[in-house]
């Protein structure tokens, strides 16, 4: 016998079906709006010889919910789940496949911010790299407002071939490859960079002059360098979380050259600005937060609930009463 309703297991492929770009920038939104004072989050990171893992564990008051994710490496080989409760129970509510969770979380935000910012006006996009996150960044753009066309690179001209021919099919617009970044540049009026750079940077002030908005996604980590330093002082910088800036590197580079982390707006603060397509240069710099994991993973629950989709089991947790 159990002491609470049973849990819902959602795989990959129930996902894949349950995650649509709707439902991910509803999430985004959602997630971006919290009220800051009502949540409470905190990560641990383990790295060993073999393998690393990362828990990113938080508490959504507003929602009811509390939970994980947890997403561990051993070689090129990565696991994601995450685990949701009501926190005002404790009661399990399920545990969902986190890889496209991942993904679409970082897109859907990142669209969230270029919406408030495009303020209804048609835009053509140039994208920066060919991988998952550059696929659904593109996803989420198209869902959220008017993108016109599109252009690609990446450094491998099989990767940015195939890129555009399956995006140009999915979205129904034009998007092409194209020989060089800044080809990709040219005639943009957002650039959406989403790739694994490590090291140096490789987009500055001097080659984005004539970008109004760029939205950098994949550099979270000190390692990893999209934009250079001086791309930040001269520009209207929207975050995600607050240590968007203090934990990736071009952030870091940014710091270490003079600008005010303290300038950056938060995008929930972001989104209720009147206005929001200022003259300015903006910059939307991402690392991901849990609170988006986890309202994304509680958007796929509720979609799977009502469309009768997943497995329910009893939860495996034993319920233990503390004086």
Known sequence: MTDAEPMRLINGDDVDALATVTLGLDAAETAARLDRGKVTTGRVQVNGDVSWSRVLAGSLTELDVTGYKEFHRVGKRVRYHIHLFRESTGDPLGIVDGRRITSLRTSSTAAVAVRAWAAGRSLSVGVVGSGEEAREGLRALHGALDVTRASVFSPTPANRKAYAESMA????????????QND????????YVATSSKGEP???????????????VGATQRIDRELRGDVFPEATVIVDAIDAVLESGDGVEAIEQGWDPQSAVLLGDYLDQ?????ARRTVFKSIGSVEQDLVLALRV???AEEQACGVLVNPIGSLRLMR
């Open 301 to 303: 629950l509720e979609a």
């Open 274 to 278: 009147p206005g929001a397509a200022a």
């Open 169 to 180: 099919a999915a979205l129904d617009i034009d998007v092409r490859p194209v020989d060089s």
């Open 202 to 216: 490789f987009l500055g002030l001097a080659d984005i002059r004539s970008i109004p908005m760029v939205a950098a």
């Open 184 to 191: 990709a540049l040219t005639d943009a009026d957002l650039l």
